[in-house]
Nanobody, 124 residues
Framework: QVHLVESGGGSVQAGGSLRLSCAASGYPYITYGMGWFRQAPGKEREGVAGIDRRGSTRYADSVKGRFTISKDNAKNTLYLQMNSLKAEDTAMYYC??????????????????WGQGTQVTVSS
């Protein structure tokens, strides 16, 4: 049983930054990894960043170099630092935890637990 709650979303101008947080409770460390996904209206959900239990990270090509995923185990919190935001980054962002493999760390099908999402809106 893992519960995830996202926060930190909001509205920002293009080029700005936001940091999303995901507070985890229950038994988050039984999972292989955690990740951030996003979905815009009319578009499919996509994985943007993932981190495994050892701290190895992977990013979607569209965000690599701009976004950084990290975790603070002492606080049971996952973060997504988003810099140089673009209008195309506008979406609902979801935190997830799962039991998947390294190759599937950005695949939503390999995640079992999801937060409710936090909205990110980037204005150009």
């Amino acid at each position: 049983q893992v519960h995830l709650v996202e926060s930190g979303g909001g509205s920002v101008q293009a080029g700005g930054s936001l940091r999303l947080s995901c507070a985890a409770s229950g038994y988050p460390y039984i999972t292989y990894g955690m990740g951030w996904f996003r979905q815009a209206p009319g578009k499919e959900r996509e994985g943007v960043a993932g981190i495994d239990r050892r701290g190895s990270t992977r990013y979607a090509d569209s965000v690599k170099g701009r976004f950084t995923i990290s975790k603070d185990n002492a606080k049971n919190t996952l973060y997504l630092q988003m810099n140089s935001l673009k209008a195309e980054d506008t979406a609902m962002y979801y935190c997830a935890a799962g039991f998947g493999s390294w190759t599937g760390i950005l695949s939503s099908a390999e995640y079992a637990y999801w937060g409710q999402g936090t909205q990110v809106t980037v204005s150009s």
